[in-house]
């Protein structure tokens, strides 16, 4: 029987078929870009593959003209392999310039996940925010804020608010039923904090009318569609529409999304080598053959291993993903002996990244605005 396939920002079942959502959704293939992303493996290879409205970021960029980066983090379950994909992307563009504004999602917690507001302030700072920092991510031109306690600063706080207040005013039930299908007064509640938080830092309290750019993975573009509709009717301020980008999701290990809710579809960043061989060798879906014989004959199918496609996206030197490639798929290398370099380069990657993470907790308070 063929899986149920649905993708909602709350939700992601089955396969996802990006190029029937870049026509449903009216996203444009991202096409050539400056140098500078070339050094990224993300842009490089593929895996941030469409965009809206990218080119006015790109010609900030050019004129050397201020621009934002917006994002938020769902503050819920562990921090894992396909979250460092994403984060990955704010140290590139703090590299490029960019003032990072991140939100950490704790209204839409409550509201959608019936988690408390003090169980995500301390998920945030344990899981996201540590190995945020330990992947890279500086404090200079950077605030993370909970949505529920945006600044201590009066002004900037009530701009916030206010500016969620008056998007309501532009958005209709009928609007968030056709946008976000089965739809609930929280849900409509995160939805218009959702907007307020990516089109804010163009306040004259924040920035001031700046170009944002909001990296995400397409299952959030309902949130990117409804604040790009809400900031074009809305009158009482002065708003440019939200340039995004969309990447690729990591698989999880056995096949189609990884998911917090099932720790048998991902590596955290905290688990240990043993934890990292058990689950890769135990969960990763094989391109191989179903013996030794066949597979030596016929060759893997690296476009289905899970283990080949994690490579895509953490192993940095093309001719090395190259040479695995090849002997995986001519057969000279076995499902077994690919996993093997996945753990390798897995826990080569976690034991520098967990040394780092321990040393940026002396680190965290710098980076959550309080003003």
């Not at 920002?9 to 009216?26: A, I, Q, S, T």
């Not at 690296?302 to 695995?324: H, I, K, S």
Request: proline fraction near 4%; aromatic fraction near 10%; charge should be positive.
């Amino acid at each position: 029987m063929k899986e149920e396939s649905i993708l909602t920002p709350w939700e992601v079942k089955g396969n996802v078929d990006y190029g029937r959502l870049v026509r449903e959704f009216g996203i444009s293939p991202m096409g050539k870009l400056p140098g500078a992303f070339g050094k990224d493996i993300l842009f490089r290879r593929g895996k941030v593959f469409a965009h809206r409205d990218f080119l006015r970021i790109l010609d900030a960029m050019r004129h050397r003209k201020k621009f934002v980066m917006m994002t938020g983090l769902m503050p819920t379950g562990k921090f894992h392999i396909g979250h460092a994909v994403l984060a990955r992307q704010f140290t590139l563009y703090q590299e490029l310039g960019a003032k990072l504004y991140i939100a950490v999602a704790d209204v839409e917690a409550y509201a959608a996940r019936e988690q408390t507001l003090a169980e995500s302030r301390s998920n945030a700072f344990d899981q996201y925010i540590l190995n945020y920092i330990a992947l890279g991510l500086k404090p200079q031109d950077c605030e993370i804020y909970f949505q529920s306690d945006r600044s201590g600063d009066g002004k900037k706080a009530g701009a916030y608010y206010r500016l969620q207040n008056l998007l309501s005013r532009h958005a209709t039930f009928n609007e968030f039923r056709a946008v976000y299908g089965e739809i609930s007064p929280g849900k409509m509640l995160s939805g218009l904090l959702q907007a307020a938080d990516m089109l804010h830092p163009q306040l004259p309290e924040f920035e001031g009318p700046v170009p944002v750019v909001v990296p995400v993975g397409i299952d959030q573009d309902p949130h990117i569609r409804l604040a790009r509709d809400l900031a074009s009717r809305i009158k009482e301020v002065s708003l440019l529409q939200l340039s995004s980008t969309y990447h690729f999701f990591v698989p999880g290990l056995g096949g189609g999304k990884m998911s917090s809710s099932d720790p048998t579809s991902f590596i955290a960043l905290t688990d240990d080598e043993k934890t990292v061989k058990n689950k890769v060798n135990k969960y990763a879906f094989s391109g191989g053959r179903d013996t030794v014989e066949q597979h030596r004959k016929l060759g893997g199918v690296p476009e289905v291993d899970v283990a080949y496609q994690w490579l895509t996206f953490f192993e940095e030197d093309d001719n090395r993903l190259q040479r695995v490639y090849d002997d995986y798929k001519s057969g000279k290398m076995l499902s077994g002996e690919l996993k093997q370099v996945l753990i390798d380069k897995l826990n080569a990657f976690l034991s520098e990244h967990q040394k780092r993470r321990e040393k940026a907790r002396g680190q965290v308070e710098k980076f959550v605005a309080r003003d």
